[in-house]
């Protein structure tokens, strides 16, 4: 797996931890090519589909 | 129509509301019970994505009625662009994980086809109001989207019955065409989830189906209601 190091460096401390301004980084791997923004968002997407099924529904009620 | 129907009956309004009263009674067309089993964050990522697309229809009539000049320029139409934006991006990351959870779950049972299948439909058409999005934003991003784009049209024979180097044909479609096929498409899947209940979880369904030992089928009838 092989970046292509062009992203441009968040300028203040409170910046986004990743930079999703500038010019995005890349993910390539033989045919496999993507920005690292999206494949970040892919990422969150999983995460957040397995806490929405594991995390407890708050208030629920004691039904069969 | 029957014999013994009146002319009044005979009418067409009283066939529509006839069938609408059948198919969708007031208490499943606005239940205020669900199943247990809804009890579930990941039932959440529908009604997400639903209010996403609340959002992005309020600021993009914001966008309409103001203009190219004032979303590009302005400190508050880029927050209202910023807004159009971001709600896109609410909206296909909760409809995606949305897609996830009811793919996982089967949820074409029991009769609900129809549900998976306009949802699908849904989906694919968001995609080309969100690209048509990118050609709508007049700057040079969306020339060089377009150009983009109208190759990739032009490999897959598609390229000669629209062009997306149009402006004006894009922003129709943007504006107009597409979202009203969405929101149409979005009020019909709601309407057949009402109609055919949440599908219920594999586990639940075999239960309900295998009563005396018969052989379950797990086709997701909807278990009793809490």
């Given amino acids: ?64 | 129509m029957s014999v013994g129907e009146t002319p009044r009956e005979r009418s067409w309004t009283a066939r529509v509301r006839t069938r609408a009263e059948g198919a969708l009674p007031p208490e499943k067309l606005l239940p205020d019970k669900q199943p247990a089993y809804v009890a579930s964050w990941i039932y959440v990522f529908g009604a997400l994505t639903i209010a996403a697309l609340l959002s992005i229809v309020v600021s993009g009539m914001i966008l309409g009625l103001k203009g190219p000049s004032w979303w590009h320029v302005t400190g508050i139409g880029r927050f209202f662009n910023g807004i159009h934006l971001w709600s896109v991006e609410i909206f296909f990351f909760a409809m995606v994980v949305h897609l996830w959870g009811k793919f996982w779950m089967g949820a074409w049972r029991g009769g609900r086809s129809g549900t998976w299948v306009v949802g699908a439909i849904t989906f694919l058409i968001s995609i080309a109001a969100a690209f048509t999005g990118y050609l709508s934003q007049q700057n040079f991003d969306a020339q060089w989207i377009s150009t983009q784009a109208k190759d990739g049209l032009n490999a897959v024979g598609i390229g000669a019955f629209f062009n997306v180097t149009n402006f004006g044909q894009m922003y129709t479609f943007h504006v107009i065409l597409l979202p009203v096929a969405v929101i149409a498409l979005t009020a019909w899947h709601v309407l057949l989830v009402r109609r055919h209940g949440v599908v219920s979880p594999y586990v639940r369904a075999l239960e309900a189906q295998a009563p005396a030992g018969a052989p379950a089928s797990g086709d997701g009838q909807p278990a009793e209601r809490a």
């Avoid at chain 1, 990422?43 to 957040?48: C, H, K």
């Fill in chain 1, 1 to 64: 797996m092989a970046g292509l190091a062009t992203g441009a460096l968040a300028t203040t401390p409170l910046g986004a931890v990743f930079d999703l301004s500038g010019v995005p980084r890349y993910v390539h791997w033989h045919f496999f090519l993507m920005s690292v923004p999206n494949l970040l968002v892919i990422a969150l997407m999983i995460v957040v589909f397995f806490v929405a099924i594991l995390l407890p529904f708050p208030h629920r009620r004691a039904q069969p």
